[in-house]
């Protein structure tokens, strides 16, 4: 008689029962893992983005150099992180100190305007009630109360300044944080530079898709991120320059205002107009119709055809992404997650729309013989 040992073999039978038990504890505990180490890294989540989102801009530097210095990873990591914070770091926080002082002082100063009635009496004027009475001929379907409209006008417009004023004083009070957050990013863009290419490998081999799809995915978003975001930003921060020194030259606040209007050029479709439109009708309702009419013609003329020229240009790899759904994915990026949906919008849809594609790859023959039709082609 033979005597059973803890060493003995699984019988065949129950090897199917203690696999699935070690798939079902092993998943348990990789589920907590994962969510432990999401509650670690969730306050730095946005930090760590950005930074792999600029390691990712700049490894094609990172690249040269480590070639041209004897392949020393830490010394080509660090002289491309340094000309991270040089270009895009230090001028954003200086710009930003700049923007809360002057943009607090522009939004008190309408503030006071608008609190001293004078805003009111604007309202009350003949060339406001022109407008309405040109809405009221225009469209004779729309009841236009003019008090009402008055009064919102009135109210939109302190509570606008107050939130500005309110935002510039958390950025003064939460400046610790910001520098904490400031060279964690470089720490962060360092990290990724050096180990750049063992984290894509490592998730190539933990990914469960093929080699190609794997590449595909991955190029796709280096794709988005250099060309979509790089060329919108490039575009941006021409429009903003170019559109301050319009504001300089009529004398409106360049700063404050020329950043806003770097801004809105993100926003497609309207852009820059946010900000020009308005201010060239301040400029005419306030009797400056020549300093209004040189504003609008140098906005139309040169500042929106910024856009039209450079972003063909700037933007040739991402031609194949259509302008409608960059629309969209920056729109629910900004109410999904505010400014930097900007940036969030387009990587969320490129990763959208690659698992898509790879769906339909794989299942290809499954989704024919269903449907009865071919693989989808946008043809006329």
């Not at 760590?48 to 041209?68: D, E, K, Q």
């Not at 109210?155 to 004023?165: K, M, W």
């Not at 990724?192 to 063992?198: C, D, Q, S, T, Y």
């Given at each position: 008689?033979?005597?059973?040992?803890?060493?003995?073999?699984?019988?065949?039978?129950?090897?199917?029962?203690?696999?699935?038990?070690?798939?079902?504890?092993?998943?348990?505990?990789?589920?907590?893992?994962?969510?432990?180490?999401?509650?670690?890294?969730?306050?730095?989540?946005?930090?760590?983005?950005?930074?792999?989102?600029?390691?990712?801009?700049?490894?094609?530097?990172?690249?040269?150099?480590?070639?041209?210095?004897?392949?020393?990873?830490?010394?080509?990591?660090?002289?491309?992180?340094?000309?991270?914070?040089?270009?895009?770091?230090?001028?954003?926080?200086?710009?930003?100190?700049?923007?809360?002082?002057?943009?607090?002082?522009?939004?008190?100063?309408?503030?006071?305007?608008?609190?001293?009635?004078?805003?009111?009496?604007?309202?009350?004027?003949?060339?406001?009630?022109?407008?309405?009475?040109?809405?009221?001929?225009?469209?004779?379907?729309?009841?236009?109360?003019?008090?009402?409209?008055?009064?919102?006008?009135?109210?939109?417009?302190?509570?606008?300044?107050?939130?500005?004023?309110?935002?510039?004083?958390?950025?003064?009070?939460?400046?610790?944080?910001?520098?904490?957050?400031?060279?964690?990013?470089?720490?962060?863009?360092?990290?990724?530079?050096?180990?750049?290419?063992?984290?894509?490998?490592?998730?190539?081999?933990?990914?469960?898709?093929?080699?190609?799809?794997?590449?595909?995915?991955?190029?796709?978003?280096?794709?988005?991120?250099?060309?979509?975001?790089?060329?919108?930003?490039?575009?941006?921060?021409?429009?903003?320059?170019?559109?301050?020194?319009?504001?300089?030259?009529?004398?409106?606040?360049?700063?404050?205002?020329?950043?806003?209007?770097?801004?809105?050029?993100?926003?497609?479709?309207?852009?820059?107009?946010?900000?020009?439109?308005?201010?060239?009708?301040?400029?005419?309702?306030?009797?400056?119709?020549?300093?209004?009419?040189?504003?609008?013609?140098?906005?139309?003329?040169?500042?929106?055809?910024?856009?039209?020229?450079?972003?063909?240009?700037?933007?040739?790899?991402?031609?194949?992404?259509?302008?409608?759904?960059?629309?969209?994915?920056?729109?629910?990026?900004?109410?999904?997650?505010?400014?930097?949906?900007?940036?969030?919008?387009?990587?969320?849809?490129?990763?959208?729309?690659?698992?898509?594609?790879?769906?339909?790859?794989?299942?290809?023959?499954?989704?024919?013989?269903?449907?009865?039709?071919?693989?989808?082609?946008?043809e006329p």
């Amino acid at each position: 008689m033979m005597n059973s040992s803890p060493d003995t073999p699984d019988t065949p039978a129950s090897q199917p029962h203690s696999n699935k038990i070690f798939a079902y504890f092993l998943l348990f505990f990789l589920v907590v893992a994962f969510a432990l180490g999401f509650i670690l890294v969730e306050p730095f989540m946005h930090t760590i983005i950005l930074s792999a989102i600029l390691a990712i801009i700049f490894s094609p530097v990172n690249s040269r150099l480590f070639a041209r210095l004897g392949e020393r990873a830490n010394l080509a990591a660090g002289l491309t992180s340094a000309l991270v914070v040089v270009l895009i770091l230090l001028p954003t926080a200086f710009l930003v100190w700049g923007l809360v002082s002057e943009g607090a002082h522009s939004m008190m100063s309408i503030r006071s305007w608008a609190d001293r009635n004078d805003f009111g009496e604007f309202l009350r004027s003949n060339k406001f009630s022109f407008i309405l009475n040109w809405l009221r001929d225009t469209f004779p379907f729309v009841t236009i109360d003019e008090a009402a409209i008055q009064a919102r006008l009135l109210t939109f417009t302190q509570n606008f300044t107050q939130s500005v004023v309110d935002v510039g004083a958390t950025l003064v009070g939460n400046m610790a944080k910001l520098v904490l957050r400031f060279f964690l990013m470089v720490f962060m863009i360092f990290y990724f530079l050096r180990e750049g290419r063992g984290i894509v490998l490592k998730i190539k081999y933990l990914a469960p898709l093929r080699t190609h799809q794997e590449d595909f995915l991955i190029e796709s978003l280096q794709r988005v991120s250099r060309a979509v975001l790089v060329g919108s930003l490039l575009i941006a921060i021409l429009q903003g320059l170019v559109g301050s020194l319009g504001l300089w030259i009529v004398g409106i606040p360049p700063l404050f205002w020329g950043t806003m209007m770097g801004l809105a050029a993100l926003i497609p479709v309207i852009g820059t107009g946010l900000v020009w439109i308005p201010a060239a009708a301040y400029l005419y309702f306030f009797g400056e119709w020549q300093t209004a009419a040189f504003f609008l013609f140098y906005n139309v003329v040169i500042v929106t055809n910024i856009d039209t020229i450079l972003r063909p240009l700037l933007m040739k790899k991402a031609a194949q992404v259509s302008p409608f759904y960059i629309f969209l994915a920056i729109l629910g990026g900004i109410h999904a997650f505010g400014a930097l949906g900007i940036i969030y919008g387009p990587l969320i849809l490129t990763f959208f729309m690659v698992m898509i594609k790879i769906y339909s790859e794989e299942y290809k023959d499954v989704l024919t013989s269903r449907s009865g039709y071919h693989e989808y082609r946008n043809e006329p």
